[in-house]
C-alpha cells in the first residue's frame, strides 16, 4: 500500500471525513524519484467543528504520529468543518529548494 493511501486509510477511519484527498506531492520537491515525504491533506470532517486550526493540526499530527517519525518530511494541511468548506483548497506553491531558486 502506498503511503498516501495509509495516511487517507488512517485519517479516514479516525475522522469519518465527508471529504478526504490525499496527495504525494514529492515529486514537486528536491527528492530521489518515487520518494513518498511531502504530502498535501484536504480533509473535511465534522470532527473540527468547533475546533481551532491548531488543534485540527494537532489532531492529525496524533493520528499520523508514526508517519510523522518516519517517511513524512512534510504535511501540507487544509482542514475543515463542513460549514466552512469552499468545494476546494489552494494547491501547494512549487518548491524552490534543494538548488531549484
Aim: charged residues 20%.
Amino acid at each position: 500500500m502506498s503511503l498516501a493511501n495509509q495516511i487517507k486509510e488512517k485519517l479516514t477511519e479516525e475522522l469519518a471525513p465527508e471529504y478526504i484527498d490525499v496527495q504525494c506531492e514529492s515529486h514537486m520537491h528536491n527528492v530521489p524519484p518515487g520518494a513518498e515525504m511531502h504530502f498535501r491533506v484536504v480533509l473535511v470532517s465534522d470532527a473540527f467543528t468547533s475546533l481551532s486550526k491548531v488543534r485540527r493540526h494537532q489532531r492529525i499530527y496524533a493520528i499520523l504520529a508514526e508517519e510523522m517519525a518516519g517517511p513524512v518530511h512534510a504535511l501540507a494541511l487544509h482542514t475543515y468543518a463542513p460549514e466552512e468548506w469552499p468545494g476546494e483548497a489552494p494547491q501547494s506553491p512549487e518548491c524552490l529548494g534543494g538548488g531549484k531558486h
